[in-house]
């Protein structure tokens, strides 16, 4: 089968042509319809700091955002059947570990993840375990099927604890307008957030843009310093501050000035992965402001895929996301998508597997 392979550590991939998996108990075969390129995708292609010390085994077929069509299902395979279109969970867990038996899957102490660890979906068949089969909802076509793994990252970051928040009528600032963030814009409306203010830095038009377009009610430019960025979100929430901060953005002055923007009692959310340790003032940040925090990887397995099927039921939710697909591309053109993302003219590139 055709596949892009991380052969060497240095930047690029190749095209081969290598052995289709074969599949075991409990595992499926699933033939690629699209996929999407992510930002860990590019590190990988891109070899930098992170990929040098996250990526352990080469070579490796990488890409983990798709959907599929299974073709073949093992022994015991009960949860899917050949001909279903599915996602991936990409979280590749032991089930045996304290975390796995106390309900948090998603932080499997010998957790695996696809096309980082295992090899992934940038080819024309890959292999999952059955329980990481995601059949779509009805009415979810390939297209949205292959964004709903970060649409998990954002669903989990927006509703934050392990019980369902309740979002309807806060105020929530989303920090950071990537993909995923933009994702949890659109999440935060159709669960009728009050107020979603969105910052991200004015020169990055696409993302300011689809901030607006997905229902972003305040787009700020977070350039223009925090002293005057704090004070343009306390205006806008009554001098109350956001009772809900999202930090999508791996920046650290965006973390700090989150806290600032947070009223008391509020909830820090963060997904944001940082270069270098943030030093934070601990004491007014969190202590005095009583404010939860939370940090966010993954997705809850598997309690966020069902939020996101009564999600996905909203078809307004589900044009506003198919509208982040910026791009799409064939697969044999995957270095044009990669340069898409890494230039921030895209925010999602979809591939179709035209070799």
Known sequence: MHAVV??????GAGFEDVDRPSVGRSEVLVQMKRTSICGTDVHIWDWNHWAQNRVKTLPIIFGHEFCGEVVEIGEGVTKVSVGDLVSAETHIVDGTCYQCKNDRMHICKNMKILGVDTDGVFAEYVRLPEMNAMKLPDGVDINLGSVLEPLGNATFTVF??????????KNV?????????LMAIAVLKVLGAGKVIATELGSEE??????????????????????????T??????????DVALEMSGAAPALKQVFQMLTPGGRVSILGLYNDPVALDINNAITFKSATVYGITGRRMFRTWDQMRELL????????????????????????GMELIRTKQAAKVSLEPEW
């Not at 229902?215 to 002293?227: P, R």
């Not at 979100?233 to 956001?242: F, L, S, Y």
Request: aromatic share 2%.
């Open 173 to 181: 600032v989303v920090a950071g307008c990537g993909p995923i963030g």
């Open 6 to 11: 991380k052969r060497r550590r240095e930047p």
């Open 160 to 169: 934050g604890s392990e019980c369902e928040d309740d979002i309807k009528g």
């Open 313 to 336: 039921k909203n078809d307004d939710f589900k044009a506003k996301l198919t509208s982040i697909i910026t791009h799409t591309l064939p697969i044999r053109d995957i270095e044009a």
């Open 233 to 242: 979100v306390m205006e806008h929430t009554d001098g109350n501050g956001v």
């Open 206 to 231: 696409v993302r300011l843009s689809l901030a607006k377009r997905l229902g972003a009610d305040v787009v700020l430019d977070a350039s223009m310093g925090t002293d005057r960025l704090v004070k």
